[in-house]
């Protein structure tokens, strides 16, 4: 069974620029998360989609960040404009059930310079 | 507000012994808690999920427990080997209703040879 794909694997861009990171979940996951880490901590949750609809986005910098489901399928995470402190490893994850194990991607890694 | 602590940020064991790692959390109390190990360069990978009436759980050389009157976990690591060497990271349903992972910021883990 294939897993969780993500790309790009690293990205390396200067503030004030935008990016954008792709996730494909496990096929049959309804639920997909997007996880910021920060070096030296844990992930934090940014937003969940049940199917294509927002289950949270609490934790979203929603002046800045965006992210969408496509057909509860894919999903892309976008920054824009990159800031110095969001230099950090964006996890997707997906699970088959909102309380269940979750699976992660290898992550992206975004510098900003 | 809610808290997740793990305990140390490293602890290193001998080859052989059994590691015991912490994870403690306030005020609220999770419906179920997962751990995860996280090696470098890697997407976090599901271990085990204790249940908040089950006191204890399992997995060859694994065992969780879980105290819902003392709010803490602990993750046990028995015939620990350098392969184990890794990151554990505890995780709590901290949501109640959308069942939102939050994760601790993790031990790092060196069993020595």
């Known amino acids: 069974e294939a897993g969780v794909a993500q790309s790009p694997r690293y990205k390396i861009i200067e503030k004030r620029q935008s990016v954008a990171f792709w996730c494909n979940p496990i096929s049959g996951h309804a639920t997909l998360y997007w996880y910021q880490q920060i070096l030296g901590q844990g992930p934090k949750l940014l937003i969940q989609f049940q199917n294509n609809g927002v289950v949270d986005d609490s934790q979203l910098p929603k002046d800045r960040f965006s992210a969408e489901r496509l057909k509860g399928v894919d999903s892309t995470l976008k920054i824009q404009p990159a800031k110095l402190e969001d230099s950090a490893v964006y996890l997707c994850?997906?699970?088959?059930?909102?309380?269940?194990?979750?699976?992660f991607g290898e992550g992206s890694r975004l510098t900003v310079l | 507000s809610q808290k997740i602590e793990q305990n140390s940020e490293a602890l290193n064991i001998q080859e052989g012994k059994t590691a015991t790692l912490t994870c403690n959390y306030t005020?609220?109390?999770?419906?179920?808690l997962q751990w995860y190990r996280q090696d470098p360069g890697r997407g976090p990978v599901f271990l085990l999920l204790i249940r908040e009436n089950e006191k204890e759980k399992r997995k060859e050389r694994l065992k969780v427990t879980f105290d819902t009157t003392l709010k803490q976990s602990l993750f046990h690591i028995t015939a620990s080997q350098p392969a184990d060497s890794a990151t554990y990271l505890c995780?709590?349903?901290?949501?109640?209703?959308?069942?939102?992972?939050?994760f601790g910021s993790g031990t790092q883990l060196t069993v020595l040879p």
């Open positions: 995780a709590l349903d901290m949501s109640g209703s959308a069942r939102q992972l939050t």
């Open positions: 005020n609220y109390s999770p419906a179920y």
């Open positions: 994850a997906s699970s088959l059930v909102p309380e269940g194990e979750l699976f």
